[in-house]
């Protein structure tokens, strides 16, 4: 089993496959949802959910989104920290590119490029994630491509940003995601971009381990650091 230490949101986790057979054994509710059963025996991850107020604090709060062709249910459970076999964050964008639309091939090539002149690698959540992951069908036409941005002091966050919104408008891609700092608060990656552009009164949403907030830019001083 891996060390406890803290668990930021969207962490990957693998389970031990024994704990998790015990889990579902205790939810009957979840007794005929499609894949939970073999999850942990196929080796597919978990992902790391912000925690809310009845959460147990001494148990993980993980999320697992189930394909189209099982609902597109998201189920949310509590696993306990020494069920955890492995952690890692999610895969670079470059690593998972095989996984994607043919469609998103430019824009991937783009981001990739973008990242590497920024010395910020953006990592992969959402539908090519679990694509990857698990090798089900998670995309669709409609799917959009989900990133996350993990940004150090140093980094130029309006040049990143402004390359991420001309990618995504030249390439006709919806582009999710969050920037991510080193305190862990994130933001969406657009809420920014446009903020940056306004005063300091200028509110954001502000996501955490722990919840969301809104807070404006002046409030935010160690966010601001890599401004």
Not at 56 to 69: C, E, K, N, Q, T
Not at 209 to 227: E, H, T
């Amino acid at each position: 089993m891996v060390s406890i230490g803290s668990w930021p949101r969207h962490e990957l986790l693998r389970v031990a496959p024994a704990v998790w057979s015990r889990m579902l054994a205790s939810r009957p509710d979840l007794a005929v949802v499609p894949f939970l059963a073999e999850w942990a025996d196929n080796g597919w991850p978990v992902i790391v959910i912000r925690r809310v107020c009845d959460d147990r604090a001494d148990f993980v709060p993980i999320g697992i989104p189930l394909p189209p062709s099982a609902g597109k249910k998201r189920i949310g459970l509590m696993i306990p920290p020494d069920a955890v076999l492995e952690r890692s964050r999610p895969p670079s964008l470059s690593n998972v590119r095989n996984a994607a639309s043919v469609s998103w091939e430019r824009a991937i090539d783009g981001l990739v490029s973008l990242g590497a002149r920024h010395a910020v690698m953006p990592t992969v959540i959402g539908s090519l994630l679990w694509q990857y992951q698990t090798g089900l069908r998670y995309l669709s036409p409609q799917s959009d491509l989900d990133l996350l941005w993990y940004a150090q002091p140093d980094l130029d966050i309006r040049s990143l940003l402004a390359g991420i919104e001309a990618i995504e408008r030249i390439e006709a891609i919806r582009i999710d995601g969050e920037v991510i700092f080193t305190d862990g608060d994130a933001v969406n990656w657009r809420e920014l971009h446009v903020a940056l552009d306004q005063n300091e009164a200028t509110e954001l949403l502000v996501k955490s381990m722990d919840g969301v907030r809104s807070a404006k830019i002046s409030q935010l001083p160690n966010l601001w650091s890599a401004a």
